[in-house]
Structures are given as structure tokens and as C-alpha cells.
């Protein structure tokens, strides 16, 4: 059973849309984590919050932003979606720092 | 920087140990992570070495030598289940996890 949920599982949209992609979890964590990952390949941060109004920017922040008005609420938006904005996006929480990520089942992205 | 190093693939049959290296280089360590990915799924947390030394955690083992910057992740008695993607992350002094490009790993029956 999944303690942290990402919505939609899939999306194809066209390229210039803005779009959010959420995330939330049950589990009280503070931290939280965005993922970019392309078949094959390792996981790129994105951005990630250690608590509510805190958010930092990752290695691949890209055109997005996010928000943290609610700890378990992390949801990433991209102001206008690109062809290379396509990759899967998952999210994660954890309660302590570099250990033990829990992770949504991630968002397939794919801009058209 | 943060860069890892593991294999891209591993092959085994059903009932044997496979070993899964993890070379690293960081500008600051706090533990070595293994995490397992099948198709299309999310990772999952499977191990955790912060400090030098084997922890076992049933048909899963994972070692880490700090002074030569290794780990591995050993599996036993492998199922076809296992047959998945095994990303060593190494942790860093912003507390953020990087990953490696991940192995997968083909068990044959």
C-alpha cells in the first residue's frame, strides 16, 4: 500500500501547456523530493523542502517550481511544458536526510 | 562532484548470488543506499551503510568500505522477482541522495 501518492499516473499534453503534477503523502515527513528519471538512467533532483514554505532548487530545475503550503503536499509545476520536459517524475519523502526515500509511483510525462 | 559507478547488467540463473558493485566519489558521504526498481514501478528502499561493514536483511546483504570508497549489494537464493533495476545513492552533506545509473539485473529460471 502506497504512503505517498502522485497524480496522474500518465499525461501527454501539448508543448507551451503549464501543468502540476501532485504529490502527497500520510507518512508526516518533512522531506520531500522531486525526481526526474529517463529510461535507463539515473535519478536527477529536481527540487526538494524540508518543511513547510521551505523549498530548494535540485541539480535539473528546469523551467519548474514547487510549492509547500502543507507538509504533505509537494505538488511541481512547469510553467510551459517542452519536448524535453518528457522523462518520468517521481516523487519521494523521507523522515530522515539520506536515508530510507519512500517513492510515488511516479508521473510519465510526455509533451507532444 | 558526486559520480557513481556500477555495472549496467547483471545475469543469473534462479537459486544463485549475484553481486552488485558500487564505486563512488563524493565530496561528502553520509551513507551509502541501495534501492530497487522493476519496469515501470517506483524504487523502493532496500538497505542503508552508513558506517564500514556488511548489514544483512534476509536474502539481501550490502557492504560498504568508506576507505575505498565501495559498497556492494550481494543477493542470495535469487527469485525471479528480483529480476529488477538496483541503484546504489550515495548520501551528501545537503542531505540529498545521488543516484547511480542503475543495474539491471536478468534472472533467468
Known amino acids: 500500500e502506497a504512503d505517498i501518492y502522485q497524480t496522474p499516473r500518465y499525461l501527454v499534453i501539448g508543448t507551451g501547456k503549464k501543468i502540476t503534477l501532485e504529490c502527497s503523502q500520510t507518512?508526516?515527513?518533512?522531506?520531500m523530493y522531486w525526481y526526474q528519471q529517463d529510461p535507463g538512467m539515473e535519478l536527477h533532483l529536481i527540487h526538494y523542502?524540508?518543511?513547510?514554505?521551505?523549498?530548494e532548487k535540485g541539480d535539473l530545475s528546469s523551467e519548474s517550481t514547487v510549492s509547500r503550503i502543507r507538509t504533505e503536499h509537494f505538488p511541481l509545476t512547469l510553467e510551459s511544458a517542452r519536448p524535453s520536459h518528457t522523462s518520468q517524475y517521481l516523487c519521494?519523502?523521507?523522515?530522515?536526510?539520506?536515508?530510507?526515500?519512500?517513492f510515488g509511483s511516479g508521473t510519465r510525462l510526455t509533451v507532444v | 562532484g558526486q559520480s557513481l559507478e556500477q555495472p549496467s547488467e547483471v545475469t543469473a540463473v534462479e537459486g544463485a548470488i549475484v553481486q552488485i558493485n558500487c564505486t563512488y566519489q563524493?565530496?561528502?558521504?553520509?551513507?551509502l543506499s541501495w534501492y530497487q526498481q522493476h519496469d515501470g514501478g517506483a524504487p523502493t528502499f532496500l538497505s542503508y551503510?552508513?558506517?564500514?561493514g556488511l548489514e544483512e536483511t534476509g536474502r539481501f546483504s550490502s557492504f560498504l568500505s568508506r576507505s575505498d570508497s565501495y559498497g556492494y549489494l550481494l543477493l542470495q537464493e535469487l527469485q525471479m522477482k528480483d529480476s529488477a533495476s538496483y541503484f546504489c545513492?550515495?548520501?551528501?552533506?545537503?542531505?540529498?541522495?545521488?543516484f547511480g545509473r542503475g543495474t539491471q539485473l536478468t534472472v533467468w529460471p
Open positions: 519521494a519523502s523521507s523522515e530522515w536526510e539520506n536515508y530510507g526515500y519512500t
Open positions: 507518512m508526516g515527513h518533512d522531506k
Open positions: 523542502s524540508y518543511g513547510v514554505n521551505s523549498t
Open positions: 563524493t565530496s561528502g558521504f553520509y551513507g
Open positions: 551503510n552508513g558506517l564500514d
Open positions: 545513492a550515495v548520501g551528501s552533506t545537503l542531505g540529498r541522495l545521488y
